[in-house]
């Protein structure tokens, strides 16, 4: 997706919105810091004049006004900085972070499935994080160097110019020059710290993929492997990084230099004047202070134009992801689903993944409410496109899925899957306790209500067995449960849940026949009075379905019932008689 500047500002322009009077002490700081920073060297230049000028004696009464103005303006800048912190700091930026935080998780939130498959979870992840820290860090550098330092350089030349045209004209070609050539160069600085930042994001997603494998990386014994994977995609990184370090450097050799002349003119104007008698004193301590003071934060607002680049690289990198339209939304007018009972309609149905051979062509189905059907074939013959299509996690081609007579795309996503409860065959967990992941089902249920749900799913044994209960971790994606286990989880959410369209993906593929024999009554149970789809490759699981229906190469070829389908001696009865051991074996198609 492109970015245009325009939309940045916007988005960082919404996000400071919230906090009017944070931006506006902001704001009244760089007023009072600016004013600050030429009107005490001023007070100094007062003093030392008037210490050359009074002899030794009464010397208090030549100085006590303008020391206690110098004192008063220290207090001043002092309590500034101190609400500064407070409505800033404190009050603020954490807000505004939260805020950018959970607004980007939101839009994360709404992409489609297939962009998940597309996408690295850790360069996500790094893209958020490049909101959170760059946006209040841009508003500051804006606001706190570029804003007030240039209101102190004016104000500054204004006081140069009181002592002699001279030296206001000096720092002003010097500043003019210094500001031209860092926001030339600041385009330049731009794109390459967008490149680096972009590098960074890879790097992040390519290490948060590894460790997330990290027993495979174990079981292959492939560490070498993946630092070599991980080298090759940093030489880039350090290339780009490179390049950026060169212009900086090649900046700040520029800026010193041209300073050190700017010093040695100063320094001859100012030996010339007092020479002359032009300049007293307390000239010659203004002018070396001011210009101290002001080149220090001139290199500030230098430094801040190549930070500026950067942070506005990674907010544009970051927004390149967050704001890109999602593939699959909700109509302006969506309804909710209301679902009666449970009647599923494929109407004319055509979908194909991008690049693929079109699947479902112009396939018209019913399964009528309340009916358990089962889903049999070949890995990769379509089985889970049909379910997916159910859960809209894709749009179609063309043709209608309906639910009660309602177009799945014209009500809510939320409420579609609301109610359809799913059990996958490898679920993941998130890295919560265990009674956190089963009230997944059903967020305000009681843990009364999660208890139940896991007894009757047969978790409850397990879960008591461990020293925390209901309030054990179960590790990332669930990788301290066995597959058994997790399995078990997902039961128990799916039966806490309770949907009136019920979908099995192999629920019970990962139990052991004793636990499966237990857990087979449960779902039968929870299977009543629901419309429920049940994809099998142990046919022997789906003796008790309604009907079945055969897919293979993303067409349906077969349906009927058990015994329908053994007597066509189709496809069916081909793979039910090559199963061994009850499961069936894998043909080589595409993937579907």
């Known amino acids: ?29 760089s007023v009072v810091w600016s004013v600050d920073l030429s009107v005490r060297p001023y007070l100094l230049k007062i003093i030392l004049n008037r210490l050359a000028e009074s002899g030794q004696t009464d010397v208090f009464h030549y100085i006590v006004g303008p020391i206690a103005l110098y004192l008063l303006m220290y207090v001043s ?83 140069l110019w009181q002592v002699s045209p001279i030296f206001a004209i000096q720092m ?34 390519k290490i948060v993929d590894a460790l997330s494998n990290i027993l495979s990386i174990r079981l292959f014994a492939a560490k070498r492997y993946e630092k070599r994977m991980l ?18 450097f090649w900046m700040w050799f520029s800026y010193g230099y041209t300073f050190f002349i700017l010093q040695i003119l100063n320094f001859y104007f100012l030996c010339k004047g007092r020479q002359e008698g032009w300049i007293t004193v307390g000239d010659f301590a ?37 704001l890109e339209a999602p593939e699959l939304t909700d109509q302006s007018n969506a309804i909710e689903l209301k679902v009666i009972a449970g009647q599923i309609t494929f109407d004319n149905v055509k979908f194909h993944y991008k690049g693929t051979e079109p699947l ?11 009916q358990k059907v089962g889903l049999v074939g070949y890995s990769g013959s379509g089985k889970s496109t049909f379910v997916n299509l159910i859960l809209r996690l894709y749009d179609l081609t063309d043709g209608a899925i309906l639910i009660d007579g309602q177009d799945i795309r014209d009500v809510t996503q939320d409420s579609l899957r609301e109610n359809i409860a799913m059990i996958p065959q490898d679920p993941s967990l998130f890295h919560r ?56 989880i997902a039961i128990a959410r799916a039966i806490l849940k309770n949907s009136p ?19 087979q009554e449960s779902l039968w149970e929870l299977m009543q009075n629901k419309t429920t789809i049940v994809i099998a490759h142990r046919l022997s699981t789906l003796l008790r379905m309604d009907r079945i229906l055969v897919f293979d190469k993303g067409k349906i070829v077969e349906d009927g019932t058990h015994s329908e389908l053994l007597a066509k001696s189709g496809l069916y009865k081909h793979l039910w008689d090559a199963q061994v051991g009850g499961f069936l074996g894998d043909e080589k198609t595409e993937n579907v």
């Not at 492109?2 to 506006?24: G, M």
């Not at 002003?172 to 500001?179: A, H, N, V």
């Not at 369209?501 to 857990?519: F, R």
């Open 231 to 248: 080298s090759a995609v940093f030489d880039g990184a350090v290339k780009a990084e490179q390049k950026l370090q060169w212009s900086y």
């Open 501 to 519: 369209i019920l979908i099995l993906d192999e629920a019970t593929s990962q139990l052991d026949s004793v636990t499966e024999s237990l857990i």
């Open 433 to 488: 306790n265990l009674m956190e992941n089963i009230s997944y089902g059903r967020i305000d249920a009681t843990d009364k209500e999660v208890i139940e749900a896991a007894k009757k799913a047969h978790a409850h044994e397990f879960i008591s067995a461990l020293l925390q209960g209901y309030d054990s971790l179960v590790g990332e994606r669930g990788v301290k449960l066995s597959g058994g286990q997790r399995q078990r």
């Open 77 to 159: 800048l002092t309590t500034s900085f101190r609400a500064y912190g407070y409505f800033v700091e404190i009050k603020m930026i954490p807000k505004m972070r939260e805020k950018i935080a959970t607004d980007a998780f939101g839009l994360l939130v709404d992409k489609s499935h297939n962009y998940y498959q597309n996408n690295f979870s850790g360069s996500l992840t790094n893209k958020v994080n490049d909101l959170t820290s760059s946006v209040p860090d841009l508003l500051q550098i804006v606001i706190d160097r570029f804003f007030c330092r240039l209101l102190a350089l004016f104000i500054a030349i204004f006081t």
């Open 172 to 205: 002003l070609i010097y500043t003019s020059l210094l500001l031209i050539a860092s926001l030339l160069l600041s385009g330049r600085l731009a794109r390459q710290a967008d490149t680096w930042s972009e590098y960074g994001s890879v790097i992040t997603g």
């Open 286 to 322: 203004l002018v070396l202070v001011i210009n101290i003071s002001i080149i220090d934060f001139l290199l500030h607002v230098a430094n801040g134009f190549s930070q500026f680049s950067k942070l506005l690289g990674r907010i544009t990198q970051a927004l390149r992801t967050v």
């Open 1 to 29: 997706m492109d970015i245009k500047i325009k939309q940045v500002w916007s988005y960082i322009i919404r996000s400071a919105k919230p906090f009017p009077l944070s931006i506006f002490v902001m704001f009244l700081v």
């Open 360 to 370: 479902f062509q112009n396939k018209s189905i019913e399964i009528t409410a309340g």
